[in-house]
């Protein structure tokens, strides 16, 4: 049985199709008479917005982002885990001599590997870096 911490949240999701997020997935967050629940097939009729899963979002998002900001190299889709928190951005590799140093590009942070992932895309969709 799936959780919700496997799909993007009813808030964000709700944000998402604002953004123009396809409304195609596995899941689907639907409201009837101010219950929420999601299920796996999308009925018709019903008012729904679908609840993606990490999977789904990932192969949304860009793996590679062209530099920005005076940053002279590609910018990597940056996904980790720190403490209870998960993060994902876009990492640059600056090399110099004698080294190096790494920057990620406007962190986002949540609870949940799916939330985080939405945020991401929000911010890429704000920013107008999706194609």
Same mark, same amino acid.
């Given at each position: 049985?799936?959780?919700?911490? #496997?799909? $993007?949240?009813?808030? %964000?999701?709700?944000? &998402?199709? !604002? ?27 019903? #008012?729904? $917005?679908?609840?993606? %899963?990490?999977?789904? &979002?990932? !192969? ?72």
């Amino acid at each position: 049985m799936i959780k919700t911490k #496997n799909i $993007v949240s009813l808030e %964000l999701s709700k944000k &998402l199709k !604002e953004a123009g997020y396809p409304q195609e997935g596995e899941f689907w967050w639907y409201m009837v008479n101010n219950i929420k629940g999601f299920i796996r097939k999308c009925p018709t009729g019903i #008012n729904n $917005v679908v609840a993606p %899963l990490a999977c789904e &979002l990932i !192969e949304r998002l860009p793996t590679v982002l062209q530099p920005i900001n005076g940053c002279n190299t590609d910018r990597l889709l940056t996904l980790f885990k720190r403490g209870n928190v998960w993060v994902c951005g876009y990492a640059s590799t600056h090399i110099e001599e004698g080294g190096g140093y790494d920057v990620i590009d406007e962190l986002s942070e949540d609870k949940t590997i799916c939330n985080v992932l939405a945020k991401t895309y929000l911010y890429l969709v704000e920013k107008g870096l999706l194609k």
